[in-house]
């Protein structure tokens, strides 16, 4: 079936430092979605991607679909401490069958910000 | 409500015993995700429902999960002789199909005694 690989696993950094995760896949995804979530709560959609090379910000983040639908990443900059949490890529591919439409996720970074 | 609606928020259970756990989907999403998250933990998929499709159940860990999805709409997750190993946080999506964003409840977190 369809993995996807995050990482890093974990980063603290300072606030003020600029982040950069990514995603790769085994297979091509048609769709790379970003989520953010904060302890206690459900995953929040922050991003979605729909064409393969696009580029698309939200405030301080930018997620880019990879050229070759293979991988996705995410910018955040200037990071404040209210970026921390967990974030995690999901993408759908051409799966079929009971798959069909499935998203996968990714494992999550998880995000420490120092003051 | 607007969002997906998962209920118990809490449940606390004994080991051994059954527990059902309900979600309410957005209105009109065709398809409804279910997964399991330990503390601190990556999203681990349980089975994935996709309009009248038979759902994907790759993810179940035993035949002690099962999980139906009624009138195309709420869902019920059950876990029959939960073990404490079964504590974790467990999420609900839906989304429309041709549309790939997924909305997430809150979740209902399960810990067995």
């Known amino acids: 079936g369809q993995q996807l690989n995050q990482s890093p696993q974990s980063m603290f950094i300072q606030e003020g430092e600029d982040v950069s995760m990514n995603c790769t896949s085994s297979s091509i995804f048609n769709t790379w979605l970003w989520y953010k979530q904060d302890p206690g709560e459900g995953p929040v959609l922050l991003i979605a991607?729909?064409?393969?090379?696009e580029l698309t910000s939200n405030g301080r983040l930018t997620a880019q679909f990879g050229i070759t639908r293979k991988d996705s990443f995410l910018n955040i900059s200037a990071s404040i401490p209210s970026d921390v949490g967990i974030y995690f890529c999901a993408g759908r591919g051409n799966a079929g069958g009971t798959s069909y439409g499935k998203l996968t996720f990714g494992q999550g970074t998880i995000l420490t910000v120092h003051p | 409500g607007a969002g997906v609606s998962q209920s118990p928020s809490n449940k606390v259970t004994e080991k051994g015993k059954d527990v059902e756990l309900r979600c309410d989907p957005i209105s009109g999403h065709t398809a409804l995700y279910w997964y399991r998250q330990s503390l601190g933990q990556g999203l681990e998929f349980l089975i994935y429902?996709?309009?009248?499709?038979?759902?994907?159940k790759s993810g179940l860990p035993s035949d002690r999960f099962s999980a139906e999805r009624t009138g195309g709409s709420v869902s019920t997750l059950t876990i029959q002789r939960t073990q404490q190993e079964d504590s974790a946080v467990y999420l609900c999506?839906?989304?429309?199909?041709?549309?790939?964003?997924?909305?997430f409840g809150q979740g209902t977190r399960l810990t067995v005694v």
């Open positions: 429902f996709q309009g009248n499709s038979a759902p994907d």
């Open positions: 991607l729909y064409k393969a090379g």
């Open positions: 999506a839906s989304s429309l199909v041709q549309f790939t964003e997924a909305f």
